[in-house]
């Protein structure tokens, strides 16, 4: 036989061999075959039964069979009692245990003196649940509510009013026909010197601490992007600073504030009218209803914008100064005083972008009353009808710092 023919003989009995010898193979690897044996064809779970060994349990699929674990360190049963040192003996660079002691909240050693540093020895807080986190540790739990709420709802709330105040004037307009003069009638002062020295250095602080504010919580979507990171890492280091000198100013010139206007603030008769009818800004015919030296509005953003929030954003800001005595300032305390801090001052600002828009742009004359401090009659029969009265009646003085006659006290009615 030719020799080519020899090797296609042998090849095809050597298949024929394998094929007859598969059952017989698979028989052999259920018999406990050693691993040299040719391999048994898997076709269903059963077949990945393990080998029965000597001692092994017929039938066991690897699903039951459990990974052998070499012993090691941590076989030990006092494993999770070791201290640090011990850990490190069996286990060196293992620093689980100080770790895990310092997530519980064990106190380690801090050469730092604890009269300056409260906690100078936690690493991390205990566990905490502020509004809107989940129970967790306790800077964890801050960075929720500040990630998860304030930035985006806060953001938010003074996006929509800001949008709010531009479809309002692109679709209503100034209010009012008269400027602050020139309308007619005799000259009013409307603010005194001292009164609007109070309110321009409040109204400065304030402006410097909300752009900076806005800046410091959202810059980093709007201008960090333009900028670059150099820049803006300066731009906010600046403004941090200038954030924290603006902020007594605001504080001392808003306490001034309140106590020069609190007498003409209090609610009077006609304003729970006017706040129904917001004054009268919505009607076709543009007449406003009457109001004293200030309306219903002014007096809710007064309250609620200046007093209560004002006294609060001021609070909880001198807080995080560290400037309030006798107080702990620990990380606790600068987290609870930072959440109050951004609700309190977002709100605000949603309040005072309506005051510095209708003080600017939103009613007419009004800035320049505040510039210069008169108003004439025309424009106060317009806006402030009963405390127009109440002046032509003499029940309030037209002029208030300085005798008529050195203020101009004069017709201004306009030509006819
Ligand atoms: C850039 C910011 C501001 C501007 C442009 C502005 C403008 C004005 C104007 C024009 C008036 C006169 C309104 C009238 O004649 O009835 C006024 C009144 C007043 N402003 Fe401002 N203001 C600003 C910020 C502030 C701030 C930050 C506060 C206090 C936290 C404040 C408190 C007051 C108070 C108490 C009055 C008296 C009448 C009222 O209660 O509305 N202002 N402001």
Sequence with gaps: MPRSTEL????????????????????????????????APVRSMEDLAPPAQQGGIQGQNIFDVKPEVKPDASSDPDYMKQSNAERNKVQPGNSGPMWHAIARGVEGYSSLPKSQAPEAGILIQPPVQYPGSRMTTAGEAWRQV??????????????IALGALAIFYFSRGPIGHHDAVGGGGRRIERFTPFERSAHWANAIAFSIL????????????????????ALYG?????LKNLHNFAGPVFAVSLVIVLITFVRDEFP?????????????????????????????GEKVVFWIGAFVLGLIAVASGLVMDHLIPNLVYDRGTMQIAH??????????MTLFALHIYLGTIGYRGAYTAMRH????????????????????????????????????DVETARPA
């Design 146 to 159: 500040r990630n998860n709420w304030l930035i985006p709802y806060g953001g938010a709330l003074v996006l």
């Design 373 to 408: 401090g008169y108003v004439d009659e025309a424009w106060a029969q317009e806006h402030h009808a009963y405390w127009h009265e109440d002046i032509k009646a003499g029940r309030i003085a037209a002029h208030r710092s300085q005798p008529p006659a050195a203020a101009g």
């Design 268 to 296: 009077q008769s006609g304003d729970l009218r006017w706040m129904l009818k917001l004054g009268g800004v919505f009607r076709k015919s543009g007449q406003e209803l009457p109001a004293h030296r200030f309306n219903a």
């Design 339 to 348: 959440m109050v801090h951004a609700v309190a001052t977002v709100l605000m």
């Design 8 to 39: 296609l003989g042998g090849l095809l009995l050597g298949l024929a061999a394998l094929v007859v010898s598969g059952g017989a193979a698979g028989q052999a690897a259920q018999q406990g075959q050693s691993a040299g044996s040719p391999a």
């Design 234 to 238: 300066w731009l906010t280091y600046a």
């Design 210 to 229: 909300a752009i900076s504010g806005l800046v410091m919580a959202f810059g980093k979507f709007f201008l960090l992007p333009v900028l670059g990171g």
